[in-house]
């Protein structure tokens, strides 16, 4: 009965949707294959410079190794201009994936990707776990970027440079060590990597699937759901969206809907009903608002305008009037 509820749904009385099993993004097999793209910003305080109050982040997935280019603004065609720089120097990656940005779903950001040859992977509506290597990373941008670049990474246990460019860097305490100590070879290094990565990511797995209680969606394609919403329009407005129809599956527990919109799974509640005549008969409370995501209030008593009323003849009896006995002493008048 409640979880077929309309209102108790909209309310928030129902309870947030399961978690889905982890799944963790394959890491790729060769360096630079694999971007994602994020910005860091905006970047506030004393000493900003204005050209510099973003950051635009393309991280490599198999590496772990990070490009970090300032900017003044974020759009769409700066974003463009900092690509072109790294591709001159790193080459073309086969994936783009970013998260729902304006700079990264406009028509001109496409068209590039497209003419480029690069395929676009676009996250799910406030998912950035599916981001997930980046937005960790702008994490670490204050701990310093040649820390980073020479500290071995938790998941591939080597270091990026290691992975990026089949050597380690030279720093200044390597001055110290001879340098005839002979360094790993890079496939070697390479190898062990992959097999790291898959070690960190089933423990990873396992921990969050025990922790989180997960359960696999139920959803499928062309089923009635309603997306919860982070935030909200007002007060009266509810977290729940109207109800959209599943038109595709886009990964084990990524959904496009009717409108175009890219949802987790987690972050979905499954419609008994689709929306029509016989839902608003049985809920003739949940009107045109209410399926808005609106919470649906009576409509106010039109109140009669203010002015002068005719006088009304009274028919019921008049009560004797007397004068008070604490005025028996005084000249009154009255006046009727």
Known sequence: MVKDCVPCLLSGKSGSPASTPLQPTPWPPRPWEHLQLDICGEIHGRGVPHHQRFLVVAYDLHSKWPEVVPAGTVTTRVIIDILEGLFARWGLPLTITTDNGPQFISAEFSDFLRNKGIKHNRTAYFHPQANGGVERFNQSLKNGIRAHLATQHATTQASP??????????????????????????GSVRDAAQAAVAKHQGEMKRRF????????????????????RPQRENKMASFWSQPLQVTRQLGPA?????????????????????????????????????????????PRPVLPRAGPQPMVGVDRPQRERARPSRLQDYVTTFHT
């Open 161 to 186: 440079a290691s992975l990026m460019l089949g050597r380690e860097m030279d720093l200044p305490l390597d001055r110290l060590r001879s340098r005839d100590a002979v360094a790993p070879a890079a």
């Open 209 to 228: 699937d025990k922790k989180r209680g997960v359960k696999a969606t139920t959803i499928q394609v062309s089923d009635w759901v309603r997306a919860r």
């Open 254 to 298: 990524t959904f496009l809907l009717g409108d175009g919109s890219r949802w987790h799974a987690s972050r979905l509640r499954r419609v008994p009903t689709p929306p029509g005549p016989t839902m608003a008969t049985r809920l003739p409370a949940a009107g045109a608002a209410e399926m808005d995501g609106t919470v649906s209030r009576p």
